[in-house]
């Protein structure tokens, strides 16, 4: 089993930055890959981003792509999301996931681990 909790959510202004970080417990995690998803009101959760075990590899979503950045420090277990220029648009609650299969999965479907998600607010 592995336990994740995020933070590092908020309000903050349209343009501004906010750095979410996602720490787990429980058994190896620099063994997973990992990602951030996010949920809207109203809306399906969708895919922000993701990074390979060994932090070698990302992938981003269209929409987040040049403005985010995911990250992770397997020496302290702990997942960072940077998010810069942030849009009214941005604003959901904020999941990370552990263990994608295949690797690096845009599908929530495929991970086995979930966080209970931080909520952004970004106003205009």
């Known amino acids: 089993q592995v336990q994740l909790v995020e933070s590092g959510g908020g309000l903050v202004q349209a343009g501004g930055s906010l750095r979410l970080s996602c720490a787990a417990s429980?058994?190896?995690?620099?063994?997973?890959?990992m990602g951030w998803f996010r949920q809207a009101p109203g809306k399906e959760r969708e895919f922000v981003a993701s990074i390979r075990w060994s932090g070698s590899g990302t992938a981003y979503a269209a929409s987040v792509k040049g403005r985010f950045t995911i990250s992770r420090d397997n020496a302290k277990n702990t997942l960072h999301l940077q998010m810069n220029s942030l849009k009214p648009e941005d604003t959901a609650v904020y999941y990370c996931?552990?263990?994608?299969?295949?690797?690096?999965?845009?599908?929530?479907?495929?991970?086995?681990?979930w966080g209970q998600g931080t909520q952004v607010t970004v106003s205009s």
């Open positions: 996931a552990a263990d994608s299969t295949p690797p690096m999965s845009t599908m929530t479907g495929s991970y086995k681990y």
């Open positions: 429980g058994r190896t995690f620099n063994g997973y890959d």
